[in-house]
Each structure stands twice: as structure tokens, then as C-alpha cells.
């Protein structure tokens, strides 16, 4: 683990609650501020670090999936593809865990598990299929909600992990247990497609380390050293990758192959599994170290990824349906990979912004009241509270007594 932060530096806060039953917890709602353009302000207690840093890791989820048809003719595109690749999604997984800290059982956490994840898995699995089915002149694929395709896996993920959570909490030595059954997963073919559980557990041990990091592993993370450190480092990465391009194949950045699908040995996967991870770990450190800690223009985007994350995939699969790559050979030049690359930047950009929220908050925040039993206990709080100052006086100073008891446990 990271060495403790020097007392002399100012840690970053710590996080009060925890966000949203997905990555990019919602702006805009009851506990968020507007501003006077009528635009959405990050709540109070929001940290600019997380939603810059998610917010660029998305960015960087989007430019991948850009480069991914230019890999097969630039070997310098191929490079740039597996650096990223090696980090990104550990990045935001990381973030996903650090943010799952305080998940229990409770009844409000778990509604919001079903409306912010399990809703828009349902809901995005069916509009992918018939979006496939379409693009792609495919119309006998199938609704599959037991095999996620293209980007809903992480949604099926985030289920699982944050269920597991309270497990993650109680064990002496999560991270190296996670890391045990990742590197199970990957030299057991015999696990199969279904919830596409090889990435499931593959990446389970970042989002388990997220749940055991604490703010001063932000803020060393962020000491100038680590910052001037991150250049040779990702320097040295990027001319590994370039070197190991032509030989070895981009799927094992996936993680959702065993080694013997990749066609290697059960060995050479176990190995890859831990080198993977360590190099992983490495390179998002140096990416946290680069993430402005200050309010900048970005900074609101990042309660958005999750509509940036889904949305961005219908762009990215119907460019590879109708041919562009193909049709249209200046894409694979360097002006064209620029091209590419600012493009995607571009537009997952805009599906992160507040109008597009506004529009899609029906499928990724529904709140679904209807679908959930009332609490007799809520009922009687909400009418102790109506009857008078003394009669609420029982159940505020129970729901006091809940939340002391809640910080403590934290702590």
C-alpha cells in the first residue's frame, strides 16, 4: 500500500457519503445546487478530483474505442491503444470502489443499486440488441440478458462487486484475496460468457483496493515527485508497448478471455494476470498524479460518465456497422487519427453535459418509487415530524443516533 501522506500536506477530503449505485453519482437532484444559468452544480461535499479524474478517464474510454479499428495498420495506434487500455478502466473502477466504502445492506442503497445499475443494465441490453439489429442487418440476434454485450458488462460488474462489498469489509486480507481469485478466473476457461464473469473477477481486485484506499492515497499520489515521476514512466510504458505490439495480442488488456483462449498456458496467463495488475496500478497512479485537483471546465462533466459511457456506444459500434473505417481510407493516416481522436473526445464530451443527462435521466436514474415497498418506519418518522416539534423528537433523535452510529463504524 501507498505510504502514509505527509502531515505537512492537505489531505483531500474525505468522502461523507457514498455516491450513486454507479461511477458517476447525479447532479442536479434534491441535494444539488444550480447555478444561475439554470446548469447543474456539483453538491456540497463533492470533490473536483473524482469527477475530473472520471471525467478524463471516459474520455480516454471513448478515444480507445476510436483507435481500436486503426491498431491493425499503425503500429504507433496500437501502442497508444494497450497504454491506455491498461489503465482507464482500472482507473474508473478504482474510483467505483472508493466510492462504494460505506454500501451496506440498507434498504435506501440498495434502491438506488436496482435504479442506478441493474435499471440501465435492462434497459441499454435491450436498446444495444435492437440497435444491432438494425445497424448491422442482424435481425435474428437475440435479447441475451445473461451475456452483456459491448459496454454493459461493467454494469453487470458494479452489481456484483457492490453486493459483495460488506464481504470485501470483513476479511483480513481483501487485496491479495481479490488478486487470488482474478488470477483463478483467468486460467479457468470453464467459467464461460454468462454476466461475462471472466471480467468480473478479473477486475475485482481494483475495485476491492478502491474500497481499502483512503484520502492521503490520493494526496501522495498527487506530491510533485509522483507527478515528474510519471513522465519516464509512461514514457517507458508507451515504448514497451510499441515494442510489444506486433507481439502479443491487445485481448489480454480485456480481461475477458482465460489464458488458454488467448491460446497461451494456464502459467503464462497466471503470470500475465499479476504483471498486468502491477502495471496497471503503476500507470493509473501516474494518471491520478496529472488529475487537476481544482474546479476547471470539466469538472461538472463528471457526474455524467455513465451517460457518456453508454451513450457513446452506439457511435462507436455504428461506425464499425456501416464501414466508415473502410469507406473512408484518409481516417487511417496520421491527420486522420488525429482526426479520430478529437472527434471522439469531442462527443463524449457532449453526452456528458446537462441537457443530455436531462434527456436520458429516465433510463439512468429512474426513481421507480412505485416499484418499492414503504418503510412503516419512514411513514411514522414523516408523521412524527408533522405533528410538532416534541412529537418528532423520538425520531430525529433516533435517525441522530443512526447516523453517529454509521461515522463511527466508518471510522
Given at each position: 500500500m ?24 447525479p ?8 447555478t444561475?444559468a439554470g446548469a ?9 478530483f473524482?469527477d ?6 471516459i474520455?480516454?474510454v471513448?478515444?480507445?474505442h ?5 491498431t491493425d ?6 501502442a497508444?491503444?494497450m497504454?491506455?487500455y ?5 482507473a474508473?473502477i478504482?474510483?467505483s470502489?472508493?466510492?462504494s466504502r ?5 434498504k435506501?442503497r ?6 442506478g445499475?441493474?435499471?440501465p443494465?435492462?434497459l ?14 442482424d435481425?435474428?440476434?437475440p435479447?441475451?440478458l445473461l451475456d452483456p454485450?459491448f ?6 460488474a458494479l452489481?456484483i462487486?457492490?453486493l ?5 469489509k470483513?476479511v483480513?486480507?481483501?487485496?491479495p ?16 460468457d ?6 468480473v473477477l478479473?477486475?475485482l ?7 481499502n484506499?483512503?484520502?492521503e492515497?490520493?494526496?501522495?499520489v498527487r506530491?510533485?515527485?509522483v507527478?515528474i515521476a510519471?513522465?519516464?514512466?509512461f514514457a517507458?510504458?508507451?515504448a514497451?508497448a510499441?515494442w510489444?505490439?506486433?507481439r502479443?495480442?491487445?485481448a ?7 489464458a488458454?483462449?488467448l491460446?497461451t ?7 500475465m ?9 503503476v500507470l493509473?497512479?501516474c494518471?491520478y498524479?496529472w488529475?487537476p ?6 469538472t461538472?462533466l463528471?457526474a455524467g460518465?455513465?451517460?457518456g459511457?453508454?451513450l457513446?456506444?452506439?457511435l462507436?459500434?455504428g461506425s ?7 469507406d ?6 496520421p491527420l486522420?487519427?488525429i482526426?479520430?481522436t ?5 462527443v463524449?464530451?457532449?453526452l ?7 434527456v436520458?435521466?429516465?433510463a ?5 418509487a412505485?416499484?418499492f415497498r414503504k418503510d ?6 414523516t408523521a412524527?415530524g408533522?405533528?410538532?416539534?416534541e412529537?418528532?423528537?423520538p425520531a ?6 443512526d447516523r453517529e452510529s454509521r461515522?463511527?463504524?466508518q471510522r
Amino acid at each position: 500500500m501507498f505510504p502514509p501522506v505527509p502531515t505537512s500536506r492537505r489531505a483531500l477530503p474525505a468522502v461523507r457519503e457514498e455516491a450513486d449505485a454507479h461511477p458517476a453519482p447525479p447532479s442536479g437532484g434534491p441535494a444539488a445546487e444550480r447555478t444561475g444559468a439554470g446548469a447543474p452544480a456539483p453538491a456540497r461535499g463533492r470533490d473536483a478530483f473524482f469527477d475530473n479524474a472520471k471525467y478524463l478517464a471516459i474520455v480516454l474510454v471513448a478515444m480507445g474505442h476510436a483507435w481500436e479499428p486503426l491498431t491493425d495498420g499503425s503500429r504507433a495506434a496500437e501502442a497508444l491503444y494497450m497504454t491506455v487500455y491498461a489503465f482507464h478502466m482500472p482507473a474508473f473502477i478504482i474510483i467505483s470502489g472508493y466510492f462504494s466504502r460505506s454500501f451496506d445492506m440498507r434498504k435506501d442503497r440498495l434502491q438506488r443499486l436496482i435504479t442506478g445499475v441493474a435499471v440501465p443494465y435492462l434497459l441499454f441490453e435491450t436498446a444495444y440488441t435492437f440497435f444491432a439489429r438494425w445497424a448491422n442487418h442482424d435481425p435474428k440476434m437475440p435479447i441475451s440478458l445473461l451475456d452483456p454485450w459491448f459496454l454493459t458488462w461493467f454494469l453487470v460488474a458494479l452489481f456484483i462487486w457492490r453486493l459483495t462489498t460488506p464481504l470485501w469489509k470483513i476479511v483480513r486480507w481483501p487485496v491479495p484475496l481479490a488478486l487470488a481469485i482474478a488470477v483463478a478466473a483467468s486460467v479457468s476457461p470453464e467459467i464461460g460468457d454468462d454476466l461475462d464473469l471472466q471480467r468480473v473477477l478479473q477486475f475485482l481486485p481494483f475495485f476491492v483496493l478502491g474500497l481499502n484506499l483512503k484520502p492521503e492515497h490520493f494526496a501522495w499520489v498527487r506530491r510533485r515527485a509522483v507527478r515528474i515521476a510519471a513522465v519516464p514512466a509512461f514514457a517507458a510504458a508507451v515504448a514497451v508497448a510499441y515494442w510489444a505490439a506486433p507481439r502479443m495480442t491487445s485481448a489480454w488488456f480485456y480481461h475477458r478471455d482465460s489464458a488458454q483462449e488467448l491460446g497461451t498456458t494456464w502459467w503464462a496467463g497466471a503470470v500475465m494476470s499479476l504483471a498486468l495488475f502491477g502495471c496497471s496500478l503503476v500507470l493509473t497512479a501516474c494518471f491520478y498524479s496529472w488529475v487537476p485537483t481544482r474546479r476547471t471546465w470539466f469538472t461538472a462533466l463528471g457526474a455524467g460518465t455513465l451517460y457518456g459511457y453508454l451513450l457513446h456506444g452506439f457511435l462507436a459500434k455504428g461506425s464499425r456497422f456501416w464501414g466508415w473505417f473502410d469507406d473512408y481510407a484518409w481516417l487511417h493516416t496520421p491527420l486522420g487519427e488525429i482526426a479520430v481522436t478529437a472527434i471522439a473526445g469531442v462527443v463524449v464530451t457532449a453526452l456528458c453535459t446537462p441537457p443530455v443527462r436531462k434527456v436520458f435521466r429516465f433510463a439512468m436514474e429512474p426513481t421507480m418509487a412505485w416499484a418499492f415497498r414503504k418503510d412503516p418506519e419512514d411513514a411514522r418518522r414523516t408523521a412524527a415530524g408533522r405533528n410538532g416539534p416534541e412529537a418528532g423528537a423520538p425520531a430525529a433523535k433516533a435517525d441522530r443516533a443512526d447516523r453517529e452510529s454509521r461515522a463511527a463504524a466508518q471510522r
